[in-house]
């Protein structure tokens, strides 16, 4: 059963109206009498009603959430789970809930804009959306609080991975380990914005290093797709001249890539190395333990609902953001060291 506002009251020793004042941070209550209230919140589970603090504020504390995955993860998505799963915790710890935005309500179709507004929602966060979507674009051009994941639009708060950086790590390594003739499998279709740095980043460090990487070392795949992942990286292995390294588009998507490898009867690394994007932490049990990079869905959730919290509280302090969530290479065991292997 919910704690209510008396039985806390009780707990502190204090009138309803002064631990009412306290949470919602009333001037005329001294900071030690909140401290007091709010840990005594903690300790017992209280939970301030979203009716009562929305007559108040004139806000419902509720959050929108747009996430259209093509392979229906969900919150299994190596990915996009553990972001929505952070910004979840962090929205729930502050009162609020969430209500996920599809292209329906109540049987009847209606786009982005029309579900947010049918559903009060104080705000929304665009997990995972196609980026040219119009529909997408009208909402994101109301006056509606909104945060990105991801991906950039015009004056919007964006919580990002250090996309550039992870891919400049990841090709910079396995260049180290004295690998030449490296293939990308690319992830999602034309004109996807994580797709597109990575790839971009891809050749401009290859461009640097003096290499000119050929067309049919460009494979297409889907994220998060190990089927997709696994035909591309046949097509490779069918080559005259097959790469020595190949980079997947994700950890999931790796598996498959693994998959066809173990199949045509080669070992990684001993005849191809492999490298994954992600540092999916149940991948990282399978051995040999997948080079990869590591990104940090925890701090990028949480922090996507703090933005959004923030637009939505503190109207006239908030400023759009690009914020940068950094990532770190895992060296892993499928890339082979071939200056090692040369002498």
Same mark, same amino acid.
């Given at each position: 059963?919910?704690?209510?506002?008396?039985?806390?009251?009780? @707990?502190?020793?204090?009138?309803? $109206?002064?631990?009412? @004042?306290?949470?919602?941070?009333?001037?005329?209550?001294?900071?030690?009498?909140? @401290?007091?209230?709010?840990?005594?919140?903690?300790?017992?589970?209280?939970?301030?009603?979203?009716?009562?603090?929305?007559?108040?504020?004139?806000?419902?504390?509720?959050? /929108?959430?747009?996430?259209?995955?093509?392979?229906?993860?969900?919150?299994?998505?190596?990915?996009? /789970?553990?972001?929505?799963?952070?910004?979840?915790?962090?929205?729930?710890?502050?009162?609020?809930?969430?209500?996920?935005?599809?292209?329906?309500?109540?049987? $009847?179709?209606? &786009?982005?804009?029309?579900?947010?507004?049918?559903?009060?929602?104080? /705000?929304?966060?665009?997990?995972?959306?196609?980026?040219?979507?119009?529909?997408?674009?009208?909402?994101?051009?109301?006056?509606?609080?909104?945060?990105?994941? &991801?991906?950039?639009?015009?004056?919007?708060?964006?919580?990002?991975?250090?996309?550039?950086?992870?891919?400049?790590?990841?090709?910079?390594?396995?260049?180290?380990?004295?690998?030449?003739?490296?293939?990308?499998?690319?992830?999602?279709?034309?004109?996807?914005?994580?797709?597109?740095?990575?790839? $971009?980043?891809?050749?401009?460090?290859? @461009?640097?290093? /003096?290499?000119?990487?050929?067309?049919?070392?460009?494979?297409?795949?889907?994220?998060?797709?190990?089927?997709?992942?696994?035909?591309?990286?046949?097509?490779?292995?069918?080559?005259?001249?097959?790469?020595?390294?190949?980079?997947?588009?994700?950890?999931?998507?790796?598996?498959?890539?693994?998959?066809?490898?173990?199949?045509?009867?080669?070992?990684?690394?001993?005849?191809?190395?492999?490298?994954?994007?992600?540092?999916?932490?149940?991948?990282?049990?399978?051995?040999?333990?997948?080079?990869?990079?590591?990104? &940090?869905?925890?701090?990028?959730?949480?922090?996507?609902?703090?933005?959004?919290?923030?637009?939505?509280?503190?109207?006239?302090?908030?400023?759009?953001?690009?914020?940068?969530?950094?990532?770190?290479?895992?060296?892993?065991?499928?890339?082979?060291?071939?200056?090692?292997?040369?002498?």
């Amino acid at each position: 059963m919910a704690v209510t506002l008396k039985e806390l009251a009780a @707990k502190c020793g204090l009138s309803v $109206a002064t631990v009412s @004042k306290a949470l919602n941070d009333y001037s005329d209550i001294g900071e030690e009498t909140r @401290k007091r209230v709010r840990l005594a919140a903690q300790e017992m589970g209280y939970k301030p009603s979203s009716i009562a603090r929305g007559l108040k504020t004139g806000r419902t504390y509720n959050l /929108g959430v747009i996430y259209s995955d093509d392979t229906a993860s969900g919150f299994t998505h190596c990915y996009f /789970g553990p972001v929505l799963q952070a910004f979840r915790q962090e929205a729930e710890q502050n009162g609020y809930d969430l209500t996920f935005i599809n292209g329906s309500h109540s049987g $009847a179709h209606m &786009d982005y804009l029309e579900h947010c507004l049918s559903r009060h929602v104080d /705000g929304v966060c665009v997990v995972c959306a196609p980026s040219g979507d119009a529909e997408l674009g009208r909402l994101l051009s109301s006056s509606i609080p909104a945060v990105t994941v &991801d991906f950039l639009y015009n004056n919007r708060t964006c919580v990002q991975s250090e996309n550039r950086k992870g891919m400049e790590l990841l090709t910079r390594y396995v260049l180290a380990m004295g690998h030449r003739r490296i293939a990308l499998i690319r992830g999602a279709g034309a004109h996807n914005p994580v797709a597109d740095v990575r790839q $971009a980043i891809f050749l401009g460090q290859m @461009k640097q290093a /003096g290499i000119e990487v050929p067309d049919v070392y460009l494979a297409q795949g889907e994220f998060h797709d190990p089927r997709s992942a696994r035909r591309a990286t046949r097509e490779l292995l069918r080559l005259s001249q097959p790469p020595t390294c190949i980079l997947m588009s994700d950890d999931y998507a790796a598996q498959g890539g693994l998959q066809e490898i173990r199949q045509a009867g080669l070992r990684v690394p001993e005849d191809i190395s492999v490298a994954g994007y992600d540092g999916v932490s149940w991948i990282q049990s399978i051995r040999p333990h997948l080079t990869t990079i590591w990104q &940090d869905t925890q701090t990028i959730g949480r922090e996507a609902a703090r933005q959004l919290m923030a637009q939505i509280e503190q109207p006239r302090t908030a400023l759009a953001e690009i914020i940068t969530v950094p990532c770190r290479l895992i060296e892993g065991e499928t890339v082979r060291d071939l200056n090692t292997a040369n002498h």
